[in-house]
């Protein structure tokens, strides 16, 4: 069965980092975008980052651009997402999803950025 898993989240405090983790299972990620997407309690799925399958193109929200960066290596089947200069809106429940709308996403990994 094709899933994505996200790992790397956690608890952390304000100004602190973390690098989350996107695995492919049962297929080749490289050809295939990757989107990343968070949830707060009580909010919407909110799309934070894309990246190219050759990671040619990436891009950012705007309220994450300059701390989050995006990469991927296709020989591990997995996607990164580092993110830098947490603050506590950042707190959420963050996915991966090949397709751009989010339908495919799995399990989410927490991020929690509180002091």
């Known amino acids: 069965e094709e899933q994505l898993v996200v790992s790397g989240g956690g608890l952390v405090r304000p100004g602190g980092s973390l690098r989350l983790s996107c695995t492919a299972y049962?297929?080749?990620?490289?050809?295939?975008?990757i989107y990343w997407f968070r949830q707060a309690p009580g909010k919407d799925l909110e799309w934070v980052s894309s990246i190219s399958y050759d990671s040619v193109s990436i891009f950012y929200d705007p309220s994450v651009k300059g701390r989050f960066t995006a990469s991927r290596d296709n020989d591990k089947n997995t996607a990164y997402l580092q993110m830098t200069s947490l603050n506590v809106e950042d707190t959420g429940l963050y996915y991966c999803?090949?397709?751009?709308?989010?339908?495919?996403r799995g399990q989410g990994t927490q991020v929690t950025v509180s002091s």
């Open positions: 999803a090949k397709t751009s709308q989010g339908h495919d």
């Open positions: 049962d297929f080749a990620l490289r050809h295939h975008w």
